[in-house]
């Protein structure tokens, strides 16, 4: 059985959320951490994707990475200068 995962206090929720909520593709999308607060543990709708490793860390199994943007050269404005001159 899986054992789900109830951070015991706000600044261990804070770390939980800036750790995977803040790098997460579904950020802003994703009702989870909304879902944590609203219902206890036990309930059956607490999210079950936040979760308990073998080892005791928490994961959130709903995590998608976000990629990696390369970021794209830009036009100079008209009229904006490119380089300094003398």
Same mark, same amino acid.
């Given at each position: 059985?899986?054992?789900?995962?109830?951070?015991?206090?706000?600044?261990a929720?804070?770390i939980?959320?800036?750790r995977w909520c803040?790098?997460?593709?579904?950020?802003?999308?994703? *009702? /989870?951490?909304?879902?944590?607060?609203a219902?206890? /543990?036990d *309930?059956p709708?607490?999210p079950?994707?936040?979760?308990l490793?073998? *080892?005791?860390?928490? /994961?959130?199994? &709903?995590? !998608? &990475?976000? +990629?990696? +943007? !390369?970021p794209? &050269?830009? !036009?100079? &404005? !008209?009229?904006q200068?490119?380089?300094?001159?003398?």
């Open positions: 059985m899986t054992q789900l995962y109830r951070p015991p206090n706000g600044t929720g804070d939980f959320v800036e803040g790098n997460c593709a579904r950020n802003g999308r994703c *009702d /989870i951490p909304l879902r944590t607060l219902y206890g /543990i *309930d709708r607490y079950q994707e936040w979760q490793c073998d *080892d005791g860390r928490p /994961i959130c199994t &709903a995590f !998608k &990475a976000r +990629r990696e +943007r !390369k794209r &050269a830009r !036009k100079p &404005a !008209k009229g200068l490119t380089s300094w001159s003398s």
